[in-house]
């Protein structure tokens, strides 16, 4: 079973870690192209929170948010890995602040061909994030520590 465990692990990790790898490849002095979809994304972001909630929101480098993205991506996935709990915790945070940032299907009308593009790859990170979910509740079921019995030892009569 832990064999099973372990390569499961590796491949669901290997999903954020080259992520991670091909984001940190195309980062550059200006962030690559993913602070250039970011910058677009906070932009929107921005203007609806400030609009609903009448709070100011100061500017963000894009290139330090990726730079965060990376990170958590890269170790979180490290961590997953080895079973960590602090790892999935990561990663669920990954997936908590960019999955709605990201993909912003809520801003599209259903007629317009990204709609359903983002609502896969939004879909995509829910799965993620209930498996994410399971894995931390199982990793809670099992007792940290098992107790062993001391088998009882005969008198001598």
């Known amino acids: ?10 491949l669901f990790a290997s999903l954020f870690i080259l992520s ?8 550059g002095h200006d962030g690559g192209p993913a602070a250039k979809e970011l910058m677009a994304k ?3 972001a921005k203007k609806h929170i400030s ?3 009448n709070v100011e929101i100061p ?5 330090h948010l990726v730079s ?11 961590l997953f890995i080895f079973g960590s709990l602090f790892g999935a915790y990561i990663l669920l ?16 009308s259903r007629n317009r061909p990204e709609y359903s593009t983002l609502l896969n790859e939004f879909m995509k990170n829910v799965a993620l994030f209930g ?22 030892k005969a008198k001598a009569s």
Do not use: C
């Not at 991670?20 to 980062?27: S, T």
């Not at 500017?59 to 290139?63: H, T, V």
């Not at 945070?93 to 599209?108: E, I, K, W």
């Not at 498996?131 to 009882?152: S, V």
């Open 20 to 27: 991670a790898w091909q984001m940190y490849n195309d980062f």
């Open 68 to 78: 965060a993205v990376i990170a958590l991506k890269g170790l979180g996935g490290l």
């Open 1 to 10: 079973m832990g064999f099973f465990s372990f390569h499961g692990r590796v």
């Open 59 to 63: 500017e963000i480098d894009p290139r």
């Open 42 to 44: 906070l932009a929107i």
């Open 131 to 152: 498996a994410l979910l399971y894995f931390i509740g199982m990793k809670n079921l099992i007792p940290r520590r098992q107790i062993k019995k001391k088998a009882p």
């Open 51 to 53: 609009s609903n909630f």
């Open 93 to 108: 945070l990954h997936l908590a602040v960019t999955s709605p940032l990201l993909y912003d299907f809520y801003n599209y």
